[in-house]
């Protein structure tokens, strides 16, 4: 071998070793790192200070209802009054969109500004989800990023110019009641010009940017820009499917019901945590909390001085952030020129290619094999990953998140196995020269991107790795042996925005999006191929790919049992039906351990779906078992009826369900009539919902036992049947039960009513 040859060997290695830690950089550099910082300056916002909150606000669950419900609220209370701030509550009945009736008490305060204009809103909500999840993350964290942020902000001795305007709310997890309460009802609401809101649906990863407007997102993106917060992780392809998607915060209750804009930062990782008795104070990634404050003090400061009320716009823009250069903007008319531009580039380069020779029609239609083929295997791989996952390990169906304890590890595999297919696809068509080779890639990436401009703007930002991936053909076209340092440099902007991705859908979305993963990982692959056509032995990298998806693979076997620092979902209701005078024992484990099968026992049996197809969770999740229960002395709600009046051709019902027993939640449903209004504790449901509802009616998630008030209206000649679901989270603590204690390898099933005493009785009125 030539000493040139040598050294074009050593500078292939090198800029492959640089290629994998520009990868490791794309993620690196989403978030700041972490150090202790308790005797930080008074004017800086300390995580470690936060976390003191944090730690405070999540010694116990505290949803509506709940004991530690009233005990955290007097500590926000107390925080606030700590800083000198007078601080007041707000107190009433809402039902929000989704008829989940609820008593919500908002927590708030304002700093005065020296001006008259708009308010700036910081936002986060204090109730956990019923019933064991703690809420470290979801959201004490939130809070904490306010209280810290704003006792750092006092701490300058600044006077703002605009109001800035403290809200705590109640009631989120229940249907973003005390958002809904604060919007509709509280004289403060219509001085907001924009929100701030902290949330979390994990305990760690980046925190992601989310906007909420109902017109175009360019002037919001300007200003946050200017505020130049330090780790932006956003994307506008992200602010598309979000607004897609059912993904509702108390911040959308402000941009549907008050049409006032705002900004979402949530955290998404580790998403096997959320709504469980796992989001504590420990898990909670402090780089996660220190990065919720990193965009709370530049905007806070940046906001508290802009013209508020100047911030809608009929403009959209393409965003995304790059390591470097934080966030990258430019208006939503500039996808067609730049995919103009890409397009004339691309035929241009290939009537110089066949001009010089260096590309040949046959090799061409040849280089779009292996892509094809990578494509495809590759994506069936990730499209059967869930599949594949929960039959080998059928106890993960009860993981109702969709991405287990070991699913970075599964991400990792799916990636090894793509990236092994890739290697040893291509190394098949090495005599087929790389020039020709890349004319498949561009053409499939100018496909993707015509079809993202047409169909999902918010993703047109797909177009700036292509230019690089130009850039390189048309050095290919001209070199026989491209500088390989060259080749990575323009393969860059690919690596820092796609490599996220790939592990971005899987962890928001479920392993069941695995497929995203893979798919992603083959078009990055063949978006580096200018420099991977350069390697003599792909067949060996091929090889490596295969072997680390073996090791990763056995890595992920072994940590897919389930311990105490992994336990397993289970769930138990003890049932009574007063109709039939019939109790059962139930459960939504797919896989029930001996805890809860010593109830159920060998006569379980799938339930019918006439005997609980009423039976509301989130997920649709249903009953996989029941097993005949013995009898108990459960007291039913007392059910009054105080009116019944026909006027005309309607029929206008009043009733009051009082409690016997402590309880926690009731559901009343209906038979399928049409029901012109409802009212619930004097609430109005919203006609859309009447409308649009199956048989549920509302779920009142009760407080001090307080009663439930009825008044529906339909038409005289209908037949209401109505079923009454009350419950209360007291299986393994009731006297006239013996339930052991949960095994340290088991956590409550999230999502769904568990742990419950439940009793069921249908009253008919024809």
Not at 85 to 97: F, I, K, N, R, V
Not at 516 to 527: D, E, R, S
Request: glycine share 6%; with cysteine.
């Amino acid at each position: 071998m030539t000493k040139q040859r040598k050294t074009m060997k050593f500078s292939r290695t090198l800029a492959l070793f640089l290629l994998l830690a520009a990868v490791f950089w794309s993620y690196k550099a989403l978030t700041p790192t972490y150090g202790p910082d308790m005797d930080a300056s008074p004017q800086i916002f300390s995580t470690d200070r936060a976390l003191v909150h944090v730690k405070n606000l999540s010694v116990e669950p505290h949803a509506v209802g709940f004991p530690g419900h009233a005990r955290a609220r007097s500590y926000i209370i107390s925080e606030l009054k700590k800083m000198g701030l007078e601080t007041s509550t707000q107190e009433g009945y809402t039902a929000g969109d989704w008829a989940n009736l609820s008593k919500a008490t908002n927590i708030l305060a304002r700093i005065k500004g020296t001006s008259e204009g708009k308010a700036l809103l910081l936002l986060s909500h204090y109730d956990s989800n019923p019933h064991s999840s703690h809420g470290a993350s979801d959201a004490a964290s939130g809070v904490a990023t306010i209280l810290e942020g704003v006792r750092a902000f006092l701490e300058e001795n600044q006077n703002p110019k605009n109001d800035i305007i403290i809200l705590i709310t109640d009631a989120e997890e229940l249907g973003l009641n005390g958002a809904d309460l604060f919007v509709n009802k509280h004289p403060w609401a219509k001085d907001v010009g924009l929100v701030l809101n902290f949330e979390a649906r994990g305990s760690g990863g980046p925190s992601y940017m989310l906007i909420e407007t109902n017109r175009g997102n360019g002037t919001l993106i300007k200003e946050f820009s200017e505020a130049h917060p330090e780790y932006p992780v956003a994307n506008s392809l992200a602010y598309s499917i979000y607004k897609m998607l059912p993904n509702d915060t108390d911040l959308t209750v402000f941009r549907e019901d008050g049409d006032i804009d705002g900004f979402n930062f949530a955290f998404i990782d580790d998403h096997f945590d959320y709504h469980t008795a796992l989001d504590t104070y420990e898990r909670l990634d402090r780089k996660t909390l220190a990065h919720q404050g990193s965009y709370l003090m530049p905007l806070l400061k940046h906001f508290s001085e802009s013209d508020l009320g100047n911030l809608k716009s009929l403009n959209d823009y393409i965003y995304f952030n790059l390591p470097f250069f934080n966030l990258v903007s430019y208006p939503f008319e500039w996808i067609w020129p730049m995919f103009g531009f890409a397009l004339l580039t691309f035929v241009i380069l290939l009537i110089v290619g066949f001009k010089k020779k260096r590309l040949h029609l046959k090799d061409i239609l040849r280089g779009f094999l292996p892509l094809l083929f990578t494509l495809v295997v590759n994506g069936a791989i990730g499209y059967f990953c869930w599949t594949t996952i929960t039959w080998w390990y059928p106890d993960f169906k009860d993981m109702l998140h969709g991405f287990t304890y070991n699913g970075h590890l599964y991400i990792v595999v799916y990636v090894m196995i793509s990236l092994a297919v890739c290697f040893w696809t291509y190394h098949k068509f090495r005599k087929t020269g790389t020039p020709n080779l890349l004319v498949a890639p561009i053409f499939v990436w100018l496909v993707i991107c015509g079809l993202v401009a047409q169909y999902l703007s918010g993703a047109s930002f797909f177009v700036i790795p292509l230019f690089g991936l130009l850039a390189a053909f048309m050095v290919t076209l001209n070199q026989d042996e491209p500088n390989p340092f060259l080749m990575v440099f323009l393969g860059l902007p690919a690596v820092f925005i796609y490599s996220p991705f790939i592990k971005m859908f899987p962890v928001g979305l479920g392993l069941k999006m695995m497929v995203a993963a893979t798919v992603f990982t083959t078009l990055l692959f063949v978006l580096m191929l200018p420099f991977f056509g350069q390697l003599k032995n792909k067949d060996r990298l091929a090889y490596l790919f295969l072997f680390l998806f073996m090791v990763f693979g056995i890595s992920s076997h072994i940590n897919s049992d389930f311990n105490a620092e992994r336990p397993k979902p289970s769930s138990l209701l003890y049932v009574y039906n007063a109709d039939t005078d019939t109790a059962t024992w139930a459960t939504y484990d797919n896989s029930p351990i001996d805890w809860n099968n010593q109830f159920l026992g060998d006569t379980k049996h799938k339930p019918s779906t006439e005997e609980y197809e009423t039976l509301s969770s989130k997920y649709r999740t249903q009953l996989t078992y029941i097993a005949d229960a013995p009898k108990k002395n459960i007291i039913l709600p007392w059910i009054d009826t105080v009116n019944d009046t026909i006027i005309g051709d309607t029929r206008v019902l009043e009733l009051c369900i009082t409690p016997k027993r402590d309880v926690n939640r009731l559901d009343v449903y209906t038979n399928p009539i049409t029901l012109q209004k409802a009212k619930v504790n004097r609430i109005p449901l919203s006609e859309h919902f009447l409308e649009t509802r199956n048989s549920k009616l509302v779920t009142h998630y009760i407080t001090n036992n307080d009663f439930t008030e009825l008044e529906l209206t339909f038409p005289k000649d209908s037949v209401l049947e109505l079923s009454f679901y009350e419950a209360s989270n007291d299986l393994l603590t009731h006297p006239d039960f013996s339930i052991p204690k949960r095994p340290e390898s088991s956590i409550p099933m999230p999502f769904v009513l568990n742990d419950a005493i439940l009793t069921i009785k249908t009253l008919r009125f024809e």
